[in-house]
Antibody, heavy 122, light 107 residues
Framework: QLQLQESGPGLVKPSETLSLTCTVS??????????WAWIRQSPGKGLEWIGN???????YYNPSLKSRLTISVDTSNNHFSLNLTSVTAADAAVYYC??????????????WGQGTLVSVSS | DIQMSQSPSSLSASAGDRVTITCRAS??????LNWYQQKPGKAPKVLIY???SLQSGVSSRFSGSGSGTDFTLTISTLQPEDFATYYC?????????FGQGTKLEIK
């Protein structure tokens, strides 16, 4: 059974870079027909799609974050990562990694990690 | 960006009731609409994709309908485990966007 697990610091200082990794087990990140995604959830903004990456490296980013965002993939270690620079309090949220299933007309997030809470404070 | 609006924001119901949640898109999204259920402290779980297709393993008391801009999620006979928050999400275009959620509470 596919499992996704987020890891990374739970506390980031303002203006610094948030780095998270999602480790995929029970399946290959190189499997065709899926993107790998980051989504965050905060009380103020609800669920917000951050971006996707394909195993080949192609990415789609939310324009609201694009200037600060990098998503990368490491197929040899079956994980993908998020880097968000210059964080502010508005970036505090629960961050989820998820798999985006491309096999239907409406692509949907079919597997999710448990989520990791990121706080932003000095 | 495509804005997704759900109604109601919260709903009180009893076990055994039939409930309907509505989602409206700010522009036509054909059938590129998904529904998720989220319980406290847990990640969302997909229920419905393509507006009306039931995800494998999900109870048949969940059903979805709609196309274009207006969509509904119906739970035919509420079970205790159905009390949760429900979200719609469009995948017609990026950035993918979610509704604000509908919290289904026990009456």
């Amino acid at each position: 059974q596919l499992q996704l697990q987020e890891s990374g610091p739970g506390l980031v200082k303002p203006s610094e870079t948030l780095s998270l990794t999602c480790t995929v087990s029970g399946g290959s990140i190189s499997a065709g027909g899926y993107y790998w995604a980051w989504i965050r959830q905060s009380p103020g903004k609800g669920l917000e799609w951050i971006g996707n990456i394909y195993h080949g490296g192609s990415t789609y980013y939310n324009p609201s974050l694009k200037s600060r965002l990098t998503i990368s993939v490491d197929t040899s270690n079956n994980h993908f990562s998020l880097n968000l620079t210059s964080v502010t309090a508005a970036d505090a949220a629960v961050y989820y990694c998820a798999r985006l299933d491309l096999h239907s007309s409406s692509w949907y997030f079919d597997s999710w990690g448990q989520g990791t809470l990121v706080s932003v404070s000095s | 960006d495509i804005q997704m609006s759900q109604s109601p924001s919260s709903l009180s119901a009893s076990a055994g009731d039939r409930v309907t949640i509505t989602c409206r898109a700010s522009q036509s999204i054909s059938n590129y609409l998904n529904w998720y259920q989220q319980k406290p402290g847990k990640a969302p779980k997909v229920l419905i994709y393509d507006a009306s297709s039931l995800q494998s393993g999900v109870s048949s008391r969940f059903s979805g309908s709609g196309s274009g801009t207006d969509f509904t999620l119906t739970i035919s006979t509420l079970q205790p485990e159905d009390f949760a928050t429900y979200y719609c999400q469009q995948s017609y275009s990026t950035p993918y966007t979610f509704g604000q959620g509908t919290k289904l509470e026990i009456k």
